[in-house]
T-cell receptor, first 112, second 115 residues
Framework: DQQVKQNSPSLSVQEGRISILNCDYTNSMFDYFLWYKKYPAEGPTFLISISSIKDKNEDGRFTVFLNKSAKHLSLHIVPSQPGDSAVYFC???????????FGKGTLLTVNP | DGGITQSPKYLFRKEGQNVTLSCEQNLNHDAMYWYRQDPGQGLRLIYYSQIVNDFQKGDIAEGYSVSREKKESFPLTVTSAQKNPTAFYLC??????????????FGAGTRLSVL
């Protein structure tokens, strides 16, 4: 039972354009959401997060949007840069539970 | 500088052998975690520890064991009972706050292969 789903295994965009990565979840108890970026053979690095009491959080080129009614969140990267090419994981947690539930990831390729 | 150190970077296991993966953190985090990543898959939780001398099974604990004798260390043993151990293993740590913000920070990983 996959509670966090990233339905696009890959995404390719041109440098300077917007990248939009999507994530859907099924568990309505999730109340905190995170995005991680991962390069091959390295550990994931934290990018940005959002609490369920908000619908948008912005940090530089990265913005995360949360639509609770649709159980959907998205990560926008503007403008996209070749160095953004990596696998992006969406993750979710609920309440005081220490566990994060991860999606399978989306490979983003930004072409120069 | 602060961070999470995993060693070794590459590890090979023979049939019937137990191997131990090291994870050390100097971030003064209370909680530590072990994940497994397989190709095309997300991260799956093996074990986690909220505090010293305490740990809980994650979603795929069978064939693995852990200990948490020190705050900064959380070694993972892959036992001979784990029939498919080839994977990329990731250790993480965090300090969940009262708002339940649980940002986990990861090490660089250990790639385990079976000979």
């Amino acid at each position: 039972d996959q509670q966090v789903k990233q339905n696009s295994p890959s995404l390719s965009v041109q440098e300077g354009r917007i990248s939009i990565l999507n994530c859907d979840y099924t568990n309505s108890m999730f109340d905190y959401f995170l995005w991680y970026k991962k390069y091959p053979a390295e550990g994931p690095t934290f990018l940005i997060s959002i609490s369920s009491i908000k619908d948008k959080n912005e940090d530089g080129r990265f913005t995360v949007f949360l639509n609770k009614s649709a159980k959907h969140l998205s990560l926008h990267i503007v403008p996209s840069q070749p160095g953004d090419s990596a696998v992006y994981f969406c993750a979710a947690s609920k309440g005081s539970n220490y566990k994060l539930t991860f999606g399978k990831g989306t490979l983003l390729t930004v072409n120069p | 500088d602060g961070g999470i150190t995993q060693s070794p970077k590459y590890l090979f296991r023979k049939e019937g052998q137990n191997v131990t993966l090291s994870c050390e953190q100097n971030l003064n985090h209370d909680a530590m975690y072990w994940y497994r990543q397989d190709p095309g898959q997300g991260l799956r939780l093996i074990y986690y520890s909220q505090i010293v001398n305490d740990f809980q099974k994650g979603d795929i604990a069978e064939g693995y064991s852990v200990s948490r004798e020190k705050k900064e260390s959380f070694p993972l043993t892959v036992t001979s009972a784990q029939k498919n151990p080839t994977a990329f293993y990731l250790c993480a740590s965090s300090n969940p706050d009262e708002l339940a913000k649980n940002i986990q920070y990861f090490g660089a990983g250990t790639r385990l292969s079976v000979l």
